[in-house]
């Protein structure tokens, strides 16, 4: 038997705070300890009622000190962090950071003193990527000549491999990675599966298309209204289903109304398992104005859903490989709404696109081919003793 490996996660957000690179670490590091690996995450500890210590399907999870106030956050946050590293890190084969910014460039600087290789994930791209993130940090030349010294780095998609290469690190240091997904568990709603889950909803035989996100202004939610009101006008049955909440919840449901879309969009709210909504779709639509690579795409493509998305990475990526549904560019609500229709209007297309779709989302996203490569690419650091 292979030697189990010790690995560090750092993530600054992890349980009980869901969100997109959160969900794909966990995913991950569960998949390592079924391996038989060690996994420890290292997060913040924002809420007192939260744990210091807790292990969730044989991950260790340890959240540090976090002053929770305006300035002090990010203070806390490299205290702790390094602290915790000096004191543990000789203990670990790798360190595998699930963000970038103030937190990899201490995981470097550290890794590079304790002689620890260090990964990064690029956990999205364009205002949210990374160098628009160091970009904003004080100092932003010295953490990017740090950047430029890792051991190496995970990119989800061809647009983040672009970046962090154009901000100096070497190509050969780059692995194309996507996140993975239990493809098992997101499967196609075939024969009466789906008229019983949408029975189960409440819902009709009518067309309907699904987005899953967290209501936040980077989901451009607004302009995807606006591009309801052009299906509307092309495919009056169609009816929008966005399942999730967040911040921008209220002037979401305030927009629904000014628009006279009642009954054309349902908002259900936040859902842990978002599967019997997949069920009941014909199409996913994706209208983010930024993406690093979107959850709910591969889940809604595991699930064999067709797709009509804004040009942003990871979808880009998606299109240019397979014939799964269209793209439009960013922000036009009337173009999104045209596509959105299209597919909608030829349930024929529709369910070629999602055969496809499932296809795809097995090929590349399956969670055992991709803890394959990223166990593979640990031992490679490790062999070679190539240090951040």
């Given amino acids: 038997m292979v030697d189990p490996l010790r690995v560090l996660m750092v993530s600054p957000q992890f349980r009980p705070m869901v969100g997109g690179y959160e969900q794909a670490g966990e995913r991950l590091a569960a998949e390592l300890v079924r391996r038989g690996h060690r996994v420890t995450v290292v997060t913040e500890r924002r809420d007192p009622a939260w744990p210091p210590r807790e292990d969730i399907q044989g991950i260790r999870i340890r959240r540090l000190t976090s002053w929770n106030r305006p300035k002090l956050q990010t ?7 390094a602290l915790f590293l000096l004191s543990h890190a000789r203990r670990f084969d790798v360190i595998h950071v699930h ?15 304790l002689g620890r290789p260090v990964v ?10 990374i160098v628009a993130t160091l970009n904003l940090l004080h100092g932003t030349g010295f953490h990017v000549r740090l950047h430029r010294r890792l051991s190496a780095c995970i990119a989800t998609s061809e647009r983040a491999r ?12 780059v692995h194309l990675i996507p996140n993975g997904l239990d493809t098992r568990a997101f499967v196609p709603a075939l024969g009466g599966a789906r008229s019983d889950a949408r029975r189960q909803l409440g819902l009709g035989d009518e067309p309907l298309a699904i987005t899953v996100c967290h209501i936040r202004p980077e989901k451009n939610l607004p302009m995807l209204l606006d591009a309801w009101k052009r299906v509307q006008t092309l495919l009056p049955a169609a009816r929008l289903i966005i399942v999730g909440d967040g911040p921008g919840m209220t002037d979401l449901k305030d927009r629904v109304e000014r628009l006279g879309l009642q009954g054309a969009v349902l908002l259900p709210g936040a859902y ?3 599967r019997p909504w997949y069920a009941v779709a014909d199409l996913f ?3 983010s104005a930024n993406e690093g690579l979107s959850n709910s795409l591969m889940e809604a493509l595991s699930s064999g859903l067709p797709m009509v998305s804004t040009r942003v990475s990871g979808s880009e990526d998606v299109i240019a490989a397979a014939d799964i549904g269209l793209l439009v560019p960013l922000d036009d609500a009337q173009a999104l709404g045209e596509a959105a229709a299209e ?7 529709a369910l070629k696109c999602g055969v496809r779709a499932r296809e795809y989302a097995e090929a590349n996203y399956s ?22």
């Fill in 162 to 173: 672009k970046e962090v290469i154009e901000l100096g690190l070497v190509a050969d240091r």
């Fill in 367 to 388: 969670l055992t081919a991709v803890a394959d490569k990223v166990e593979a690419l640990y031992r490679l650091l490790i062999s070679s003793g190539r240090a951040a």
């Fill in 75 to 81: 203070v806390s946050g490299i205290f702790f962090l």
């Fill in 272 to 274: 842990p398992d978002p």
């Fill in 343 to 349: 597919i909608l209007g030829s349930p024929e297309r």
């Fill in 285 to 287: 639509v994706l209208s």
């Fill in 99 to 113: 963000q970038y910014g103030w937190c990899s460039t201490v995981a470097i600087i550290l890794g590079r003193m």
């Fill in 120 to 129: 990064l994930k690029l956990t999205s791209t364009g205002p949210q990527g």
